[in-house]
């Protein structure tokens, strides 16, 4: 299943919803992100000072700018290089996987 960027009156509301008592699966059922993807919002925004008890006000522009913009996809993060080396990629530098010594024969 392909990447989907959760819009931010999306994330509001969840965010809504759990200040309101609610669990994580009955978020889920009247909003489109999948539980998964409300855990992680719910996560983020605690970890950025959301407090069950403070109410809806806590929920301003700046707030929510901060909660999407750790939920936003990081470019350019490279999970490795072992992708790259099975397809003989190019690595940064402008050599190939290929291309570099072996430890055997480095010597």
Do not use: H, N, Y
């Amino acid at each position: 299943m392909a990447f989907r960027e959760v819009p931010v009156f999306e994330v509001r509301e969840v965010l809504q919803l759990w200040l309101d008592g609610r669990g994580l699966r009955s978020i889920a059922a009247v909003t489109p992100p999948d539980r998964k993807t409300i855990r992680q919002v719910v996560d983020v925004a605690v970890g950025l000072g959301l407090d069950r008890d403070g109410g809806v006000g806590q929920l301003d522009d700046a707030f929510m700018s901060l909660v999407r913009a750790e939920l936003a996809p990081r470019a350019g993060v490279r999970r490795g290089l072992g992708g790259a080396q099975r397809r003989g990629q190019r690595l940064a530098g402008g050599c190939s996987p290929r291309a570099l010594p072996d430890a055997a024969t480095a010597s």
